[in-house]
C-alpha cells in the first residue's frame, strides 16, 4: 500500500456524515475553556481527545480522556491533552464528544492499493485492536455477501457470536451501507486515508 495523508478525526467525522453515516455529537476547541463549554453543550458524561492530521494512536500516548463528568474534569483533561502534543504532531486541538457505549466494537476502514484499488478493512476494535491483529479485507464498493463474508472471516469469532446471531442481518447491511457511502466520499478524495474508524453495535448513551 502506498502512504497516504490522514485526515484528522473531526476532518473524518464530517467526511462520514457527510455520507449519511450516524456519529455520536462532538465538537472542537482550541483551548480548555471551549472544550469546557462545547461538553456543556452536548451534555455530559463526554470524551475528550487531542486531534491533529498525524494522531492516529491515540490510545498509547494516553490522548483520550473518557468519562468526564464536568467543566473542570474536560479543562483539566483538555490542559494535559494540549500539553501532551509535540512538534511532529503538528496542529493540534481537543475533540469533545459525546460518550457512548455499545456491546461490540469493530473498526473499519478504506484504503487504496496500488494493484486492486480501494479496499474495504473490518477487524476487531477498541483496545483489542493492536493486540490481536484481527483483520479481513475485501474490494469496494461491497455487496451483501461480502459483508457476510467479512465478518465470517474474523478469527475472533468467540466474541461476534451473539452479535452475529442476534441481528446479523441488520449489521450486515448496516456495514455494507456505510462502507459503501464513504467509498464513494474517499474515491472523490483520492489517497486519503479516515481516522474515525471505529464501528459500535447496540449504541448507547453512557
Known sequence: LRPMPT???AQSRL???DAGVAVSGWAVAADPASAAREASRLGYPVVAKLCGERISHKTERGLVKMGLDGDSDVES???ELLAAA????????????EM???DRELIAGLVRDERFG??????VGGVLTEAIADVAFRLAPIDRIDAHDLIDSLRSQALLETFRGERSEEHTSELQSRTNLVCRLLLEKKNTRLNSSH?????HRS
Open 199 to 203: 464501528v459500535l453495535t447496540h449504541t
Open 100 to 102: 457512548v457505549r455499545g
Open 118 to 123: 480501494p479496499c474495504v478493512m473490518l477487524g
Open 7 to 9: 485526515l484528522s478525526e
Open 86 to 97: 509535540t512538534d511532529n504532531d503538528g496542529p493540534v486541538e481537543v475533540l469533545v464528544s
Open 77 to 79: 483533561a483538555a490542559s
Open 15 to 17: 467526511l462520514v456524515s
